[in-house]
DNA sequence: AACTAATTGTTATATTATTACATCAGAACT
DNA sequence: AGTTCTGATGTAATAATATAACAATTAGTT
């Protein structure tokens, strides 16, 4: 008997758990290469996320945390939150106040973010020539760029498709 | 004597008023030959995020509606918030839950938002280059668009320089 | 063992946003 | 003029998102 969530990751048919253990383990490696501590709880919310491509609230995660830490409270996911963002594992979705997990962590973390209205999934690109012209925009207005953030809503291809 | 945030105003070297002007007319032009109301209290709300070019938080725009509209309540806010977004007016600028005011309300209204973490001002650039390459993106990707959020925080040429 | 830095526990509270229902004002109709 | 309809606003309550502050604990270091 399959769940619902993990139907939907199969839509795409990839292996999702094939795909977890790949983002977890990249994590745990980037994580020791860089002498940071991917704790229990960092790692249970990593988890969790990655269960699937849908962005996930705060406080959703914090109510599926808590059958694992008792004593989860808004300050140990905003925590754990706060940490794998800065370690480029998950990604915020701004104009959704959500989080997703981060398929190239180890690579560059900025990225289009294609978020589809129907299946919920974020899908992530790397979108070069985008990336390219936008450097190239920044260059001219002489703007010394920190973070990005590439956000499209819309319908994905596979539920265009439907 | 001059506020602070005129001041602000004055270091791109543009009369403000003229700007607040343009954008305030504009849009009670687009809003006539749309056939919708640009009522008082939509028209204050958009005055005071016309007041600077910082993206301005909900709550601070309604201590700021208050002294004009006695009854003015969360709702009261977000409603013309709301209004305003659906008529291209203002941007919602997601990563920082925050609003500014949009110059090009007649013409296409997705850009790129140059956000200045020292001046905290908001420019909007059209960057057709980038947006040629996102719709051919896109195009690959086979995702249908909606709505286009690109966000980039950073140093503005201006603040840079000095 | 003692010290230090990082992590987590805990409580409280701040900030951002929505919902639901009542009221009001103006346009369109009778 | 009265009636009805629609869109806008008034009002209260509450939901959803996020942070601050300080105490306690744990992991690494000396």
């Given at each position: 008997m399959t769940s619902h969530t993990e139907l939907d990751q199969h839509t795409f048919e990839h292996n999702h758990n094939q795909c977890v253990s790949l983002a977890l383990d990249t994590a745990q490696q980037l994580c020791n290469e860089r002498g940071v501590q991917l704790t229990t709880i960092r790692f249970q919310v990593l988890s969790l996320i990655w269960e699937s491509h849908k962005a996930v609230k705060a406080y959703e995660l914090l109510d599926r945390l808590r059958p694992l830490?008792?004593?989860?409270k808004p300050a140990t996911i905003y925590r754990a939150l706060d940490f794998l963002i800065e370690q480029g594992l998950?990604?915020?979705v701004e104009s959704l106040n959500a989080f997703v997990g981060c398929r190239s962590s180890g690579q560059q973390h900025e990225q289009l973010l294609l978020i589809c209205k129907l299946c919920e999934q974020v899908d992530e690109r790397a979108a070069t020539d985008v990336m390219t012209a936008l450097l190239e925009e920044l260059q001219q207005a002489g703007f010394m760029a920190h973070s990005k953030a590439i956000e499209i809503h819309g319908i994905c291809a596979n539920c265009s498709s439907k």
């Open positions: 830490q008792a004593a989860a998950i990604h915020r």
